[in-house]
């Protein structure tokens, strides 16, 4: 269309001229929301909601102790995901970016995480009763970092045919781990018996509501990625649509979990900020649709419309067109 | 608890096509979308015939 | 505020061609609204652990789940009902985009709700989404992992984000009136120059006739002379 015939066609659709028909809104309204009401209490009576319980690290360390002592292992050294993360935790990254564009680096660290000291150490130095954790903890801190990285190594590697005994604890095998045995046997107790829920939760202040610190040492282990694959919730499973159990979940997320799906998404290391980047591009065609050529005329030419209004151009052909 | 009549606290069923992955209660939910639309579109409205008389 | 006195807030009339089951899907969306509103207020009475703990809670957050889905499902109806309508036509563009963002900022506030219910799924979704949104630079100031936060996006500041705009997508509607349908020519027409579906060219088209309500025969619509009626003006 000229942009004189589409000038034409705005004047043309501005204001209805024709019939109209008595209609009481406020009935319509109320009629919906009977309808609606009942719908929502029969589909509530019929399936209730899902509400699976919090897992805790006290639970990790009893179910998994060898994964919850190597996620530890990991926090220590700084090989996790946490401690390699970047922006908005650490400088230890650049974060993702799409070409020169580092969002998060450009954004910077807003909420400081040491994975080391704020899962390791802090909680460990908090236990002063114990002089042999005590002695470790400081043969560990005064260590030259070079000596420090071959104990974790060691312990970690150690750790990937390690196994749980009955007691709860972990068995490796023997090797030089220098003070790390003392210090992860302590951090597990300390995990087993809930305290180091509480002690990555408190802060600065008494009253705390931020759980990052749990979250993202919970999220570094498998604990909460296995109960994801169980729940069908896992990225590979088009998981961010999906609820636990059987429920319907965010469906309205589907384009967004698409993207995951195919290349170059899905073999990216920047596929978050590449996807973002799509969707927020989309997003803004999607309130854009009135002035995209194409776009908007494409409810001329497939003519659904024609369906809606049939009665309308029934009418019409019988009366004529408005005047 | 009040227990629901249906319990869906169990593993959901997906559907696969192709790299498609789905939960069955997902696809239950879009294609309920579109056939309450295309019914939106087809199914008489009441009154209709009315031709804008006043009541 | 002048052009939206009571008789067009409230109409007693509407246009002839709105005869379709389509249209009511706008008025479901409005009301699987206020039902989250009214039963997410409902949880907030007692505090965001109440529901893991009692029937009732348990029963008011299920109406309150069930109210999203619905909200979003009768959402998308409208919406797909409003393109295919290309109901932006007529200077119409604000009331499409306005819906527009509001749809957009409904996500969000899902999402919040979704990490402030204090079980798995809110661990897994806030452990997951963090990466998105920290990978875009929004993680450095909104910070999914912080319970205390999100609560307080998800019970004020997006719900306010969501009813000022569906307020502002419902007042231009009720400015602009719905979208007459597309003008097709008439079968055998003496002008006779477009095909069917494309508007037919009127040149002596006036915004400032008053509008025609059927009575008597229905031949032809009645011209009104002066002013439109009060209550019939879209």
Known sequence: MSRASRRRDDERYRQWTGTYRPYDILREATIALG?????????????????????????????????????????????????????????????????????????????????????????????????ALRTALSTYQAAPAKTQAAWTTAYEAALGKASATPSGSISVAAGHYGPLPTMMASLLTLAQGGGLDGALLTGRQFYQTDYTKPLLFMADGSVLANRAQAQHLLGTQWGMMNETGSYP?????????????????????????????????????????????????????????????????RTQQAVGPPV | MMAAIVNLNQPAHTVHWHFFTMT???????????????????????????????? | MAALPPEKLLPDAQPSYMASWIYVFGVLSLVSLVLIIASGSILTLKGPGWWHFTSVGHFFNSIHLWSVELFFFFLVIHLWGKYWMAAWRGGRARVWMTGAVAFIVAVPCALT??????????????????????????????????????????????????????????????????????????????????????????????????????????????????????????
């Open chain 1, 35 to 131: 309808v609606v009401l009942a719908l929502v209490i029969g589909l509530t009576i019929l399936f209730s909601s899902p509400d699976d319980p919090p897992s805790t690290i006290k639970q990790w360390s009893h179910t998994d102790p060898v994964d919850f002592v190597t996620t530890a292992t990991t926090e220590l050294d700084g090989s996790s995901g946490t401690g390699g993360y970047g922006p908005p935790y650490n400088h230890n990254g650049d974060g993702q970016h799409i070409a020169f564009v580092y969002p998060a680096k450009w954004l910077g660290v807003s909420h400081p995480i040491d994975t080391a000291r704020d899962f390791v150490l802090a909680p460990l130095q908090s236990i002063t009763t114990q002089p």
């Open chain 3, 113 to 234: 709700g979704y990490v402030s219910q204090q079980n798995f799924d809110a661990q897994w979704i806030s452990t997951q989404a963090k990466d998105g949104l920290n990978a875009a630079g929004v993680g450095a100031f909104f910070n999914v992992t912080n319970f205390g936060q999100m609560y307080s996006y998800h019970v004020l500041l997006l719900p306010l984000a969501v009813v000022a705009l569906v307020a502002a997508h419902i007042l231009l509607v009720r400015k602009h009136g719905i979208v007459p349908p597309f003008e097709l020519a008439p079968r055998a027409s003496a002008a006779g120059l477009e095909t069917e579906g494309r508007p037919v060219a009127r040149e002596d088209h006036g915004s400032g006739n008053g509008a025609r309500h059927g009575s008597g025969t229905e031949s032809h619509p009645v011209a009104e002379s002066g002013s439109p009626r009060p209550g019939r003006t879209t």
């Open chain 1, 249 to 313: 979940g965010q469906s309205w997320l589907w384009l967004y979990t698409f993207w995951y799906q195919i290349k170059p998404f899905s073999t990216s290391a920047n596929a978050d900020v590449l996807v973002m980047g799509v969707m927020g591009v989309l997003s803004l065609a999607f309130i854009l649709i009135p002035f995209l050529p194409g776009v908007r005329d494409l409810p001329r030419r497939i003519p659904i419309y024609k369906l809606i209004w049939r009665e309308h151009y």
């Open chain 2, 24 to 55: 069955v209660s997902n696809v239950v939910v879009i294609v309920l979308m579109l056939v309450v639309f295309v019914l939106a579109v087809l199914v008489p409205f009441p009154g209709s015939g009315r031709k804008g008389r006043p009541r």
